[in-house]
């Protein structure tokens, strides 16, 4: 029997049709044999209107683990069953994480305009403010109102907006003014009949989501984009619009993201916001995808494939 047949039978044995062979290679300085474990993990994805089957997709998962044999291939040493399906477990949390941040930048301008945002906008608000309508004789922050304001981390804000070339530092003078991203925005919401700042939030969530995510931490916030990411992770999975009924995508949601706790009186909320600023269809109980936001997710996803393995 080739080395081949006889390892695809201990893994079947041992780790379960979920997990199998990827690469194997022999090692002829030690005489060992090393197989690499992987896995194509099922998701099954249900229309709630249909009476059809569900459709089955899988996520392709390399290298969560690998088994080393003798050249007699005797076991030598295997990574344990319950440590590869926490690996598969993380890579799931990766992929939910690129599909996430993929249906920010397809629907920033919506999610910009819901209530949850002010939470942060208010920070970007007064930076902006003082830009536009400046205190000194010339379109400037000077650290010494940025110390006299107090409150929220200002500098963190600045840097956020420095780095996108929407403010710019002066070290010399101790100041910041406008960069040339702020013309530009100022002008596209204008000729686009928007406001300002949300203009300017749309092009944060747009390219710096994780930035707002994890080092500005906007709880509120995030929990709106969570629910919507519940929705269209499947949505695009597929390719095409899916009806979820409005209790099936709470759950999903407590699953997806480790809150067993959300209530319905909360969630419910959150979405109607989603449904308000047109990130998300109602139709009676059934949640439905913006279609023209659905488009540019699928875009965006063969975009990112171009460049391997969806990860985050």
């Not at 080092?215 to 995030?222: K, M, N, Y």
């Not at 709106?224 to 759950?251: K, T």
Request: aromatic share 10%; with cysteine.
């Amino acid at each position: 029997m080739k080395a081949r047949d006889v390892i695809e039978s201990y893994v079947f044995r041992h780790y379960g049709n979920l997990t199998t062979v990827g690469s194997v290679g022999y090692e002829e300085e030690s005489g060992r044999w090393v197989a690499e474990l992987k896995s194509d993990y099922p998701r099954w994805i249900k229309d709630d209107r249909s009476t059809g089957e569900p459709m089955l997709r899988f996520i392709a998962m390399d290298n969560i683990g690998k088994i080393v044999f003798d050249n007699d291939l005797n076991v030598l040493e295997a990574t344990p069953r319950d440590e590869c399906g926490e690996r598969i477990w993380d890579r799931l949390g990766l992929w939910r994480d690129a599909a996430e941040r993929i249906m920010v930048e397809a629907s920033a301008d919506q999610l910009a305009m819901i209530r949850g945002a002010d939470q942060f906008l208010a920070p970007i608000c007064t930076i902006l403010d003082n830009l536009q309508n400046p205190l000194h004789s010339k379109p400037v922050i000077t650290r010494e109102d940025i110390i006299r304001a107090g409150g929220p981390d200002w500098f963190k804000y600045l840097s956020l907006l420095e780095d996108l070339e929407i403010v710019r530092a002066l070290p010399e003078e101790k100041e910041w003014t406008y960069g040339p991203l702020f013309t530009s925005l100022e002008e596209k919401a204008a000729k686009e009949g928007k406001v300002f700042e949300r203009a300017v939030f749309a092009h944060i969530l747009k390219n710096r989501y994780p930035a707002v995510r994890d080092v500005l931490r906007i709880g509120i916030f995030e929990s709106v984009i969570h629910l919507d990411s519940s929705y269209y992770w499947q949505a695009m999975d597929v390719e095409a619009p899916i009806s979820i009924e409005r209790d099936n995508l709470f759950a999903r949601y407590r699953v997806q993201y480790d809150d067993p706790d959300a209530d319905r009186f909360t969630l419910n909320s959150r979405l109607q916001e989603l449904r308000r600023v047109n990130a998300i269809k109602l139709d009676n109980n059934f949640c439905l995808a913006e279609p023209r936001i659905l488009k540019r997710m699928v875009e965006l996803k063969h975009e990112a494939a171009k460049y391997g393995p969806m990860s985050a």
